[in-house]
């Protein structure tokens, strides 16, 4: 992952062509941009999450310990 950085140098850019949106909307374009971005990375999160702990709970019910599944024994449950 991570980010890129772009230089720009010895670029022209006329007048009528500098300003994107109105003048002094600049936040608000930024702002309704930041939203969908911060839901998406949210949802990631939380499949991320669900699956990690949907893997647990199968090798917990797979691995024997002591004679019995991990998911027998107590402490592991209180860890769950």
Not at 7 to 23: A, M
Not at 56 to 61: A, G, H, P, T
Not at 67 to 73: D, F, Y
Request: hydrophobic letters at 40%; charged letters at 30%; proline letters at 1%.
């Amino acid at each position: 992952f991570g980010h890129a950085e772009v230089s720009l140098d010895d670029v022209w850019v006329s007048k009528e062509d500098s300003l994107l949106g109105d003048e002094g909307a600049g936040f608000k374009i930024a702002q309704s941009r930041l939203g969908p971005g911060r839901i998406h990375h949210c949802m990631r999160a939380i499949g991320l999450a669900r699956r990690c702990f949907d893997v647990m709970v199968e090798r917990m019910l797979t691995r024997k310990v002591f004679g019995k599944e991990m998911a027998r024994h107590g402490m592991s449950q209180e860890k769950i």
